[in-house]
């Protein structure tokens, strides 16, 4: 089954850094969808939580350059 976590991450100034985190969670085994909006510095991700966990996907977003908190 599947699983949604919201993430909180600050520091994207455009598209682009909202189109490079997506791509990053993508590439990440047990990820179903993410969108990433940068105009509210949130990312959505649902996600296989038998394959991959909120705190992964947190650490991949900050390895990419910006702030993630996970809100939800
Ligand atoms: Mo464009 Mo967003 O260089 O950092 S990807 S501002």
Do not use: W
């Not at 990820?31 to 909006?37: E, R, W």
């Amino acid at each position: 089954s599947k699983a949604k976590a919201v993430f909180s991450v600050m520091g994207m100034t455009c598209s682009a850094c909202a189109g490079s985190v997506e791509k990053a969670i993508k590439r990440l085994p047990g990820i179903h969808d993410a969108v990433v909006d940068v105009l509210n510095n949130r990312a959505q991700v649902l996600f296989y939580p038998n394959f991959v966990n909120e705190e992964t996907i947190r650490e991949t977003i900050e390895d990419v350059g910006f702030e993630a908190t996970l809100i939800q």
